[in-house]
């Protein structure tokens, strides 16, 4: 008996979407079998029952993926997917490509944001993703046994995860480990030295001019601060006033395409067969095996992050994984430079904008820092209440990281309730910071307005607007605040990331009085932020007037 084609290719796409449905295969070959070999093997034997070869190639092929794509679509949006009771916005039901679209437009957060507001506190972003806004999602997400996502796949070479990319917990501890004694007292202490040299050279270069695009000079000195704490190295970018290595617009250009990528890590499969050359990932690649080589020729007299992430001794010398380390290394100059420079930036914007809590923060700097003196004593930093609210009110407005953090509820654990919302096994899901900082049942009142006050124990609290409110009256849900991440795959380098941004903001503001210069371009500078991965910013331009 001789089968239909039509029976035919119908029955083998429909083997096909079951294929993935159940094992959500990504891999080169499994792909190349069920997208090209199953319709060449259809056309080998069906071609009989055409006129000619390129007719039966044209239809089986046109006809197999296009009953695939009906099968696959249908499913997601019918009654029997398991997130058919979330609501969510149609093309994201459909297709991953979806969010990576609005990724490329550079507004993910606020689109996500918006679609909460539409949809309420838990929205189907994805075929198989959730996104939730509500506080008590955020303690089973990120703090219990959830495993990254997929969107995570993107953070390695050649195969090799680095630390954040790192999904099994076995592994992540091991590697992880060091980083307890690279936050020691001792180690916090060491890397001051770093960054008094870092803040002192971003004053000196400020000094001889008097406007500067802040958001530029905030990423010198996160690099140059990076580069000499995790590898005793120079990038010298205060010193030039520019990129020297190309290390930063290579991560701005890797980040934007890592961004996109990451929520459809199937294709990174496909891309890695692709030409690399010149590519940002070599050229960050290409950085790094230099730096790495330096730092090791040194040999282990410097006491910088490498030293503890390899557990440098003086009497056996080099000890555990180099090649991770230097990874790790790596992903830290990466995570740790553009998140501060960053939050660095959007505080400067704030305080433009609010001259009167700028003045407030510079009266609290002289009084603990006098004119002329160091400011990276961290002890006395954290002493410094309204500095550490100004900053904790820009990472709770934009935290650096924008976007979820995603995590999987894996199959076969029969689904998990998150918060008050049942997850089905086999599905991403996030809390979404970003509508979470800003939602007025946690950080109440103004929940979108700069007002560092919120941060300070108080028994009124007067508004920027000069009202007065009891205490009462405020809200101010701290665990919901999480622009670190919280758990175990929390940010490794909060600490110094601390240190970091109050030694900058107390060297600058010490010796500088700044105000805005272009209206314009700092009226917009909110609109231009851009979520991919880490957040790109725009120009911050601002004049300078040496206060002594
Ligand atoms: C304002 C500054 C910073 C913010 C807001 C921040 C935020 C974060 C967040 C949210 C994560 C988790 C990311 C994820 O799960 O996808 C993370 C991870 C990480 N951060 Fe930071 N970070 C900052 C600065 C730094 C600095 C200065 C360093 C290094 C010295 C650093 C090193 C790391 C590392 C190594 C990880 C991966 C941890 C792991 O997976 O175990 N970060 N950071």
Redesign the pocket.
Known sequence: MAFKPSTLTFLASLTGWWIYHLFEPTDLLSTSLLLLGVPTVLTTLLQVQFTSLVTAVLAIFVSYYFILLALVTGYRLSPFHPLAQYPGPLPGKMSKLWDAWMTAKGNHHQYVRALHDKYGDIVRIGPNELSIRHGDAIAPILTKDLRKGPYYDSRQADGKPA??GIRDFVE?AAR?KPWTKAMSISAMKGYSEYLTKTVDELVQALEVRQEVDISDWMTFAAFDF?GEM?FSTEFGMIKAGKDTTGIWHALEEGTFAAGILSHIPWILNFLKYSPQGGSAFVVLQTIGARIAKQRIEAGSNKRD?FHYLVSEDESTGMKLNIEAAIS?GM??II??SD??AT?LTHLFYFLLKNPKMKKRLQEEIDRVFPQGEETADYTKQSEMPYLNACINEA?RLY???LLG?QRRVEKGTGGRMIGPFFVPEGTQVSAHLFSLHRDPRYFYPIPDTFWPDRWLTQSSYTLPSGDTIPSTQLTHNKAVFN???AGR??????L??WM??RAIMCGVLQKFDIDPINGSEFESYENGLVEVYITHRGALPLRLKARY
């Open positions: 630390l954040d992540h992880r990076m995790i992050l790790d992903m830290s995570a740790g998140t501060s939050n990472l935290p650096a990281v953090l622009p670190f991440s795959q929390s940010c490794a380098g909060k110094i990331a970091e941004m």
